[in-house]
């Protein structure tokens, strides 16, 4: 796959239909067509869906019209503003990169990943082969122990969406919370509409500083963008074996999240996101910034007013 056409430059909706409480006041109301005609004023070309299997699924597997509903009616107001659209399991049962969900045994549990399957055989057979919909088939694998698995059951879930869906792109990423240091242990592309994916949050301690749920950095200090030593260049040379490797497997890179804590001041956020979107635009690599709204990285909060002009140019 020589380009990722049609998803350059996207935000996510992180919040509306996983990390949430479920309730259908919350579904009914966090995104509104409001927000698609906004995305689509930034200069933006994708959104990105994150879903939980949960409202999709029932705990038997069945599937939810209801939740099926909501991606329905994203997908229209893309259509409507002229965006494309990211489908991300963001939570699958028996895994989710969040420990507190207490979701286990995905790896181990053939059950569970027949569940996944089904998910994807599902999806695949509604939304397959649009080229304005691609899908991201699980968000952040988090330890290395499970990259010889997830390698496997991402292979045979993209055989099984093929039989329904041989055009859409399928995105993947490996472990370390799809750490662009793991790329280089995902298997070769299954064919050539896969893309290799990883986030970026470099330097934690920066864009995650004072974040409570954070416990594998110290990150209660206040930081400036100034103290974390991160400039283009320092981009450019972590994403370098990344971009490489996606070159020589004939595939591209996407990244599928990355951004800055409001606890940064929306100033210093500024000047973080120009700066790695320097490096994107080096290597070519089509991204999505976290998040539109809330989860504590909300690019249409409140706290950007006055900004979001200038940040835009750097999505």
């Known amino acids: 796959m020589e380009k990722f056409t049609g ?27 409001k927000d698609f005609e906004k995305i689509a004023s930034w200069g933006l070309d994708h959104v990105r869906i994150p879903i939980d299997y949960n409202v999709i699924q029932d705990d ?52 569970y990943q027949e569940r996944f399957y089904s998910f994807w055989a599902e999806f695949a057979r509604r939304y397959g082969n649009d080229d304005s919909i691609a899908f991201e088939l699980l968000n952040e694998v988090t330890d290395k122990s499970y990259c010889k698995k997830w390698n496997e059951i991402a292979k045979e879930c993209i055989k099984r969406i093929r039989i329904l869906a041989k055009d859409t792109v399928i995105i993947i990423g ?36 004072k974040a409570p749920w954070v416990d594998q950095f110290d990150v209660s200090k206040d930081m400036s963008y100034e103290e974390c030593g991160y400039s283009t260049e320092v981009f450019i040379k972590s994403f370098k074996e990344a971009a490489e490797i996606a070159e020589k497997n004939n595939t591209v890179l996407y990244c ?7 606890r ?18 080096h290597y070519g ?31």
Not at 10 to 26: A, F, M, P, R, T
Request: include cysteine; glycine fraction near 10%; charge should be negative.
């Open 7 to 33: 998803f350059t430059k996207g935000v996510n909706l992180g919040g509306w239909l996983s990390q949430c409480d479920y309730k259908k006041e919350h579904l009914d109301s966090f995104i509104t067509e």
């Open 60 to 111: 038997n597997g069945g599937f939810k019209e209801s939740g099926f509903g909501y991606i329905d009616w994203a997908l229209s107001q893309c259509k409507k503003n002229g965006l494309n659209a990211v489908i991300d399991l963001h939570k699958t049962v028996g895994y989710s990169f969040d420990k507190g969900e207490k979701e286990s045994g995905f790896f181990d549990n053939i059950k």
């Open 174 to 209: 490996g472990y370390w919370n799809n750490s662009a240091e793991a790329i280089k242990d995902l298997d070769a592309p299954y064919d050539d509409k896969v893309v290799y994916n990883f986030h970026c949050y470099d330097p934690m301690v920066f864009t995650h500083q």
């Open 256 to 262: 599928s999240e990355y951004g800055v804590i409001d």
């Open 264 to 281: 940064a001041s929306p100033e210093d956020a500024v000047k973080w996101f120009k700066a790695i979107n320097g490096a994107f635009e």
């Open 285 to 315: 690599i089509c991204r999505c910034a976290w998040n539109y709204r809330e989860k504590d990285f909300g690019l249409s909060d409140e706290r950007m007013n006055g900004l979001i002009g200038e940040l835009a140019k750097y999505l």
